[in-house]
């Protein structure tokens, strides 16, 4: 077969991409960049997490970069359209799945769970910070993002807890919110209103520290934040010097500026703080990203317009 698809490897099960032997030669790779720079040389279609300039500008033949996810943060979308790549994700994959624990997240430091079973697992039976206690019932959730998982923790607060919903995202027109009963609302405004801030936004240049130490000292002193996207959307230091000060209730972090998170890390020694170890892709949800990426990969190469592309500018040239 003349067409090459380079596979980054990965033990998770599901992801079988022996469907795609029948229309061209499947190569696997570690995920050791120079390896894939090796490999990637003759390559038509990559299927990975992460894509250069420096591994892009190696790719002689590269026609479409797949990744398995739905970030594409590691991923070099300018220079692969500076050579005509294409470069896809998996969007709506993991929506459920990345909902169901910021709902997790919300509750685990809404009502002290992590910090109550640690008194428990040590022999102890008394609430843990009894006075950090709080319902979300009827309060003010803020949505940053309304995209597939913004728009899904959004709506079961609004439903199933009785929240009244607002939204920023500057890339939507406001009826997509509305529509969700929800209120577009300025980033300013859903800092300062909200007692639940849910973070839900692809990284970029742009969006970069999203949220500051001016955004964070907006927010009530009862308030906390949820973060389930990116951690560089939020200024890492700033949010430490802020819940040092006890300047808001407390954060639920699933992502950080740097993964894994450092052992010295201070937030890992404050109770206002529960973290997860980016782990918002359930096993359901990755057999969803392997199965679109097989669908899309194949739609590609059989002269078909793939979905989820993130330079379709491309495909006019």
Same mark, same amino acid.
């Given at each position: 077969?003349?067409?090459?698809?380079?596979?980054?490897?990965?033990?998770?099960?599901g992801a079988?991409?022996?469907?795609?032997?029948?229309y061209?030669?499947? /190569?696997?790779s570690?995920?050791? /960049?120079?390896?894939?720079?090796?490999?990637? !040389?003759?390559?038509?279609?990559?299927i990975?997490?992460?894509?250069?300039?420096?591994?892009?500008?190696?790719a002689?033949?590269l026609?479409?970069?797949?990744t398995p996810?739905?970030?594409m943060?590691?991923i070099?979308?300018?220079?692969?359209t500076? !050579?005509g790549?294409?470069?896809?994700?998996?969007?709506?994959s993991?929506?459920?799945?990345?909902?169901?624990?910021?709902?997790?997240l919300?509750?685990?430091?809404?009502?002290?769970?992590?910090?109550a079973?640690?008194?428990? !697992?040590?022999?102890?039976?008394?609430r843990f910070?009894?006075?950090?206690?709080?319902?979300v019932?009827g309060?003010?959730?803020?949505i940053?993002?309304?995209?597939?998982?913004?728009?899904?923790?959004?709506?079961q607060g609004?439903?199933?807890f009785?929240m009244?919903?607002?939204?920023?995202?500057?890339?939507i027109?406001?009826?997509?919110?509305?529509?969700a009963r929800?209120?577009?609302v300025?980033?300013?405004?859903?800092?300062?209103?909200?007692?639940?801030?849910?973070?839900?936004?692809?990284?970029?240049?742009a969006?970069?520290?999203?949220?500051?130490?001016?955004?964070?000292?907006?927010?009530?002193?009862?308030a906390?934040l949820?973060n389930?996207? !990116?951690?560089?959307?939020?200024?890492?230091?700033?949010?430490?010097?802020?819940?040092?000060e006890?300047?808001?209730?407390?954060?639920?972090?699933?992502?950080?500026e740097? /993964?894994?998170?450092p052992?010295?890390?201070?937030?890992?020694?404050?109770d206002?703080v529960?973290m997860?170890?980016?782990?918002?892709g359930a096993?359901?949800?990755?057999?969803?990203?392997?199965?679109?990426?097989?669908?899309?990969?194949?739609?590609?190469?059989?002269?078909?317009?793939?979905?989820?592309?993130?330079?379709?500018?491309?495909?006019?040239r």
């Amino acid at each position: 077969m003349s067409m090459k698809i380079l596979v980054l490897r990965t033990p998770i099960r599901g992801a079988d991409y022996s469907s795609l032997e029948k229309y061209a030669r499947v /190569e696997y790779s570690s995920f050791d /960049e120079a390896e894939v720079m090796k490999k990637i !040389r003759d390559a038509d279609v990559f299927i990975g997490y992460f894509a250069s300039k420096k591994v892009i500008d190696v790719a002689e033949k590269l026609k479409m970069i797949q990744t398995p996810a739905v970030g594409m943060d590691r991923i070099d979308i300018d220079a692969a359209t500076e !050579r005509g790549i294409i470069v896809c994700n998996t969007t709506g994959s993991n929506a459920e799945s990345v909902a169901e624990l910021t709902w997790g997240l919300i509750f685990g430091i809404a009502r002290q769970i992590p910090g109550a079973d640690r008194l428990m !697992r040590e022999g102890k039976y008394e609430r843990f910070a009894p006075e950090k206690h709080t319902m979300v019932w009827g309060k003010t959730l803020g949505i940053i993002g309304f995209g597939n998982i913004g728009r899904q923790v959004g709506i079961q607060g609004r439903i199933a807890f009785n929240m009244n919903l607002i939204a920023y995202d500057p890339y939507i027109t406001p009826d997509i919110i509305m529509n969700a009963r929800g209120r577009p609302v300025s980033l300013e405004t859903l800092m300062t209103e909200s007692d639940v801030v849910s973070i839900h936004v692809p990284l970029s240049p742009a969006t970069r520290h999203l949220i500051g130490e001016r955004e964070i000292r907006m927010m009530k002193p009862t308030a906390f934040l949820i973060n389930t996207s !990116r951690g560089s959307l939020i200024d890492e230091a700033a949010l430490i010097k802020c819940l040092n000060e006890n300047v808001i209730y407390g954060a639920a972090l699933e992502v950080f500026e740097v /993964e894994p998170l450092p052992v010295d890390s201070p937030l890992r020694k404050m109770d206002n703080v529960i973290m997860t170890p980016h782990q918002g892709g359930a096993p359901e949800s990755f057999i969803r990203m392997y199965e679109a990426t097989v669908e899309n990969v194949t739609r590609f190469i059989t002269g078909q317009r793939p979905m989820y592309i993130a330079n379709p500018k491309v495909l006019y040239r």
